[in-house]
């Protein structure tokens, strides 16, 4: 199953009477639905919930649109990180009704763009201003129709950005001048007996470092520099091991 994500954003306000559907309010929501889409594996109890990949971090959705109110003015200001833009929308709003002025549970209600607007410009002065509406819950939509090309954000790597990609290309460096070293062994038959347990341990613990920078790559709760650190070891060990090939004492010869 493919789905999008959708995320509120709350005004909360000091309790007041609507006149015109005789309830008692005190907040209002916006919904807004992003654009990315992501795959679920259907499990139970499964966590819906992602973050995606942008240049140089990974972050939640709604951290990326910031909403400000201003009381005064009864007007509302969107901040939006670069890489979102174009790609939300608003797709509803709610009200959250009380039973009467004392009360704190509420229960929120589905209204139209035309209600929310109405109570903004008639009640507005009773919401606080907030330079950065808070989220408090979110939802998904089922995505039916995914057209060739579309990215499914939650099948990338799991970091991915420009460090990292400098950092791999680093690895590949390092790795073709090991095999540039082993085609450089001109007469030699084989290694001598003494050099091949050392030899050995360079591979395990090579293919130990590589294991663990796939596992972290791909493993969203590790911190970056976890996944820098773990790079900088496997280059460092390719390094040390194409050093240790290059050394014409260890090689029987012709």
């Known amino acids: 199953m493919y789905y999008q994500l959708s995320y509120d954003k709350c005004m909360n306000a000091d309790s007041f009477f609507l006149v015109e559907s005789k309830e008692w309010v005190i907040g209002v929501s916006m919904i807004l639905r992003f654009t990315p889409i992501f795959s679920s594996f259907e499990v139970e109890n ?21 909403i400000s109110y201003d009381n ?7 901040s939006e990180h ?4 174009g790609k939300y929308e608003i797709i509803g709003y709610t009200k959250d009704l009380i039973r009467d002025r004392e009360s704190i549970l509420a229960e929120p209600t589905s209204i139209s763009k035309l ?19 808070q989220n408090l819950s979110y939802s998904w939509d089922e995505v039916t129709n995914i057209e060739g090309g579309v990215i499914v954000e939650n099948k990338r790597v799991k970091h991915s950005n420009s460090l990292i990609d400098n950092l791999e290309n680093s690895l590949i ?20 007996d003494e050099y091949r347990s050392q030899c ?33 070891q496997l280059i460092n060990e390719w390094s040390r091991f194409t050093k240790f090939i290059k050394k014409n004492e260890i090689y029987n010869h012709e």
């Open 82 to 85: 670069p890489e979102i833009k």
């Open 173 to 192: 460096i390092e790795k073709n001048r090991h095999e540039k070293a082993l085609g450089n062994r001109s007469g030699v038959t084989s290694m001598k």
């Open 115 to 133: 209600e929310f607007d109405f109570i903004i410009e008639k009640y507005g002065h009773y919401f606080h201003s907030d330079s950065d509406l």
């Open 200 to 232: 050995l341990k360079f591979m395990n613990e090579i293919e130990y470092l590589n294991n663990q920078k796939e596992f972290f790559l791909n493993y969203e709760k590790y911190e970056q520099d976890s996944i820098l650190d773990s790079y900088i």
């Open 46 to 66: 499964e966590d819906y919930e992602q973050t995606i990949q942008l240049r140089n971090t990974r972050s939640n959705l709604s951290n990326l649109v910031k």
């Open 72 to 78: 005064k003015s009864k007007s509302f200001s969107f």
